[in-house]
Nanobody, 124 residues
Framework: QVQLVESGGGLVQAGGSLRLSCAAS????????MGWFRQAPGKEREFVAAVSWNSGNTGYGDSVKDRFSISRDNSKNTVYLQMNSLKPEDTAVYYC?????????????????WGQGTQVTVSS
């Protein structure tokens, strides 16, 4: 059974940076695409970023493009989300998720396993 544990969330001022980590247990981490999603109160879950199994392909949501960067270290079973130039509208619970396959996609229904989430709060 795959377990995903996010860390690195917290409170930061607008314009600041945070790096989220997601550690995965279990085998075969390196064969699956990984993604980050977020959900703010009263809003639907939103695609943030994703990376293919071998880091050869990445994708970003329009609202975070050019500010956030996703990466993975398959030797550590960990995926990262570097968040720069944070804005108050980035405030949300951030979730990492494992895709059903090795290439990423934007739909949350294409992800089979989810972490418990980590809170990111950006103050103005």
């Amino acid at each position: 059974q795959v377990q995903l544990v996010e860390s690195g969330g917290g409170l930061v001022q607008a314009g600041g940076s945070l790096r989220l980590s997601c550690a995965a247990s279990g085998r075969s981490f390196s064969t699956f695409a990984m993604g980050w999603f977020r959900q703010a109160p009263g809003k639907e879950r939103e695609f943030v970023a994703a990376v293919s199994w071998n880091s050869g392909n990445t994708g970003y949501g329009d609202s975070v493009k050019d500010r956030f960067s996703i990466s993975r270290d398959n030797s550590k079973n960990t995926v990262y989300l570097q968040m720069n130039s944070l804005k108050p509208e980035d405030t949300a619970v951030y979730y990492c998720a494992r895709h059903y396959g090795n290439m990423w996609s934007r739909a949350s229904s294409h992800y089979s396993n989810w972490g418990q989430g980590t809170q990111v709060t950006v103050s103005s």
